[in-house]
């Protein structure tokens, strides 16, 4: 008998209420309302092939509504990839199982993105759509012809970062993205008409999307609405009316079925309405066949895709770049060694903006931009020019004032392949894009961040643009790499780190005064260490003064003062915490002895956490107030940053 397409998504919704009655935790109703679509996507539209997950012209299915995870889980298991096994969605939720509460892309091939935090897999969809254009204009359609689909619900919809999102990929004109609206009209706490009333397909409309609607359990509708959005030039939203928990007789349609396990009776119940008649975590013969082949329908097109790629004369550049292989050190050599005979003097942030210059030319697969700050955070080059919707093979976007749609954008581009992103705001707007920053980090991401004005050295603009506290809880986040350069040297290594890492993220914290350059030697990358000393004592050491950017420069005038008085002083120039932390007790006791010598940190910022380098009887010179709006040399004088105002508490510990 044949199997009809209903049944085939009855087994996503007996899978989702199986697994989250199992653990006891989860949200059925998502996957049980969205089943219907999902079946059609499978069935008619997205283009996959299991057996080869990270094929590159693979369509890219996003999971925006991550809490709807047993959705992914389901639809991945049915269409034959090697995991989820069932037995993995046995243990949906439980320690050491892929089928985490949300989808994690390190757990599970076919899970595109990370997602969880609702709006970031849309908005990441936008920087995969993005990538795709890109790739698409330098290689053509024989290499480079596919979608960005996405499915997300009412919360994705809401979230701030779905308008710097959706305002995105409109501007751009991103036909190939099209997001499936999860449109149930159900929160958490109940209705969605207790906290908003707004027109949705109206603003899509007005950000330039193309908006149709259909029954989302009429499988004829849902066919219909994605054919006319895969049809239509711009980015589309389909809108799918349907029912959460459909198939539970008493809960469907509510809140009750949003967040918690169905129960026992209602399973039973719903069961019968379904007329499922198969035990918990099995799926008749007839209807995994139906949906196994679906996934063995993907392969032609990928093996006529592997045909066309290795008659193509441009494989090699294109396996490279999807392979991420960059060799910046190679490609800085020269640079290198001309600023070692220059020594320019110059605000870090323009020394990056040189470094970019050899860099972009090296490796065409650098993709900058800017969140309306490219004349502050110099991250244009002329190998750039503009991306935009007439031209795609652009390498420069214009973000405009959308921080965290920026940074989301870089992550779903990093994700995608054959692109490495990076993009420029202002440290202290560091905090507007730290979720998606985060997410780089959790997932192993190629993204680098030049945030720029790194200090009150910034000036007038005042404390509510002048960092603090940014630097340490930067810090603070698990595999991200936070560079502070102190000259030209240190950012050209701290770009050759960034690009060469390709499994995280990395940031550039770039000053905007100028700087005099403090190293002359370019024969190894000091800061892959982290740390090192950058001048040594020239008496008796009696002090190590560690500083990090603007303040290795500062660090150097206390040493002389210091020095002037017979006071031995190392300088150490960290330009990266984490990376010093990271080295072997050998080294890192080389650097910092821990043999009584007073160790003084110095750096234009908080105070906080610079014991764990300095020991518990160290000094630690740092801002633990907001600054004011002043010239930048006027406060770094005022708020004790000088060889003059340092010097005296130096000597004052040293008793």
Known sequence: MTVNQRQMANAIRALAMDAVQAANS???????????????????????????????????????????????????????????????????RQLHS????????????????????????????????????????????????????VVAGDGCLMEGINHEAIGLAGHLGLGRLNVLWDDNRITIDGAVDLS?????????????????????????????????????????????????????????????????????????????QLGWDSAPFEVPDDILSAWRALGVKGVSAKNEWQVRLSNSSNKTEFMRRMAGDIDATSAMSAYKAQLAV?????????????????????FPELLGGSADLTGSNNTKTSFTKPLNKDDYSGRYIYYGIREFGM?????????????????GTFLI??????????LSALQGLRVVYVLTHDSIGQGEDGPTHQPIEQLQSLRMIPNLE??????????????????????????????????AMVRTSVDSNMSAKGAYRIQSAGTARKVILIATGSEVALAAEVAAQLEAKGIGADVVSMPSMTRFLAQDAAY????????????????????????????SNGLNIGLDRFGASAPGKVLMDHFGFSADKITPQIIAKLG
């Open 98 to 149: 892929p089928c985490a509460g949300h989808p994690e892309n390190f757990e599970l091939e076919g899970v595109e993105a990370t997602t969880g935090p609702l709006g970031q897999g849309l908005a990441m969809a936008v920087g995969m759509a993005i990538a795709e254009r890109h790739l698409n204009a330098v290689f053509g359609d024989q290499l480079v012809d596919h979608r960005t689909w």
């Open 482 to 515: 936070v560079f502070r350069p102190c000259d030209a040297i240190e950012v050209a290594e701290c770009w050759q780190l960034a690009l060469e890492r390709n499994d995280g993220p990395s940031v550039l914290a770039l000053s905007r005064q100028d700087l």
């Open 26 to 92: 989860g949200h059925p109703g998502m996957p049980m309302g969205m089943a219907d679509v999902a079946t059609v996507l499978y069935s008619d539209f997205l283009k996959f092939d299991p057996a080869d997950p990270k094929w590159p012209d693979r369509d890219r299915f996003v999971l925006s509504a991550g809490h709807g995870s047993m959705l992914a889980y389901a639809t991945l298991h049915l269409t034959g990839y090697a995991r989820p096994t069932m037995d993995n969605i046995r243990n949906f």
């Open 196 to 272: 908003s009333s707004e027109d949705i397909a109206a603003r899509y409309a007005a950000t330039g999307w193309h908006v149709v609607k259909c029954d989302g359990h009429d499988f004829d509708d849902i066919r219909r609405a994605m054919a006319e959005a895969v049809a239509d030039p711009r980015p589309s939203l389909i809108a799918c009316h349907t029912i959460i928990g459909y198939g539970a007789p008493n809960k469907q349609g509510s809140s009750k079925v949003h967040g918690s396990p169905l129960g026992d009776e209602e399973i039973a119940a719903t069961r019968q």
């Open 407 to 423: 940074a989301a954008a870089m992550n779903g581009m990093a994700l995608h392949g054959g692109v490495v992103p990076f993009g």
């Open 429 to 438: 707007f560091s905090d507007y894009a730290r979720p998606a920053i985060r």
């Open 342 to 362: 220059d020594q320019p003097k110059a605000a870090t942030r323009k020394s990056s903006e040189m470094a970019l210059g050899p860099l972009t030319e090296a």
């Open 588 to 615: 890192r006791n080389d650097v910092l002895p821990d043999d009584g010598t007073l160790r003084v940190s110095i750096e234009a910022g908080t105070t906080f956490g610079w014991s764990d380098i300095t020991g």
